[in-house]
C-alpha cells in the first residue's frame, strides 16, 4: 500500500480565515513533505520533516505553518494567506531521505482558493 | 543552467506507438531517478525509478539512465489516449547535497487515436 491521505480536497478561504489541511500515512514512511504546485509547474518543495522534526524549510512565508503531530501525520496551518497563495497543495513521504529509500508518493492534494 | 531539464512539448504521438521522454540534468552526482505522471488537476503518480545505469522495465514502461552522459529517458510503448498527460522527471542529488528532489518543468505528452 503506497496511500497518502490528504483532506479537504477543496478548500475556499478569505484571506483573513485560519484554517488547516490534513495529511496522513500508514506505509511507516520517516519522512513527510509538503509542495506548493501551480498551473503547469512543478511542485515546489516547502517543508521537509524528517523523524518528526522539521528538516528543510524554503523560505515560506510564516503565513504557513507546519505540524508533525506524529509519524503518520503532518498538518499545515493557513493563516491570512493571499489570493497569490491560491494552488495545489501536495503532501508526500517517503521511506527516508538518503541512500536508496527517497522515492516519493504524493497525495491527491487540496485545491486552495484564497479569496 | 537548470539543473533538472525537460522539453515542455507537448509530445504528439499516434496510438500505438512508442513515446520518448528525455530529461537532462546537471549534477553529475546525482543517484536516483524518478518519472511521475501527472494528469490535470491531478496529484503526481510515480511511474519508474531508476538507480543504476541501463534499463528498467515495467510493463509497457522502460527507464533508461545514463550517468556518463547525464541522462534519463522514459520509453512508453504501445502508447494509449490515456497515457496523455505531464511527465515529471525527478532527481535525487548526491549525498551529503541537499536532500530534495529536484523536479524539471515536465514533458506534456499527447496520444491521438
Known amino acids: 500500500d503506497t496511500e497518502v491521505t490528504q483532506t479537504p480536497k477543496h478548500l475556499v478561504m478569505g484571506m483573513t480565515n485560519k484554517k488547516s489541511l490534513k495529511c496522513e500515512q500508514h506505509?511507516?514512511?520517516?519522512?513527510m513533505y509538503w509542495y506548493k504546485q501551480k498551473a503547469k509547474k512543478p511542485p515546489e518543495l516547502m517543508f521537509v520533516?524528517?523523524?518528526?522534526?522539521?528538516?528543510i524549510n524554503e523560505s515560506v512565508p510564516s503565513r504557513f505553518s507546519p505540524e508533525c503531530p506524529n509519524s503518520s501525520l503532518l498538518n499545515l496551518h493557513l493563516h491570512a494567506l493571499q489570493p497569490e497563495d491560491s494552488a495545489l497543495y501536495l503532501c508526500a513521504s517517503s521511506p527516508g531521505t538518503s541512500g536508496g529509500v527517497v522515492t516519493q508518493y504524493f497525495g491527491p492534494g487540496t485545491r486552495l482558493l484564497v479569496l | 543552467q537548470k539543473e533538472v531539464e525537460q522539453n515542455s512539448g507537448p509530445l504528439s504521438v499516434p496510438e500505438g506507438a512508442i513515446a520518448s521522454l528525455n530529461c537532462t540534468y546537471s549534477?553529475?552526482?546525482?543517484?536516483?531517478f524518478f518519472w511521475y505522471r501527472q494528469y490535470s488537476g491531478k496529484s503526481p503518480e510515480l511511474i519508474m525509478f531508476i538507480y543504476s545505469n541501463g534499463d528498467k522495465e515495467d510493463g509497457r514502461f522502460t527507464a533508461q539512465l545514463n550517468k556518463a552522459s547525464q541522462y534519463v529517458s522514459l520509453l512508453i510503448r504501445d502508447s494509449q489516449p490515456s497515457d496523455s498527460a505531464t511527465y515529471l522527471c525527478?532527481?535525487?542529488?548526491?549525498?551529503?547535497?541537499?536532500?530534495?528532489?529536484?523536479f524539471g518543468a515536465g514533458t506534456r505528452l499527447a496520444v491521438h487515436p
Open positions: 525527478a532527481v535525487w542529488p548526491p549525498s551529503g547535497g541537499y536532500n530534495k528532489l529536484i
Open positions: 520533516y524528517s523523524y518528526e522534526k522539521l528538516s
Open positions: 549534477d553529475r552526482g546525482s543517484q536516483s
Open positions: 506505509m511507516g514512511h520517516r519522512a
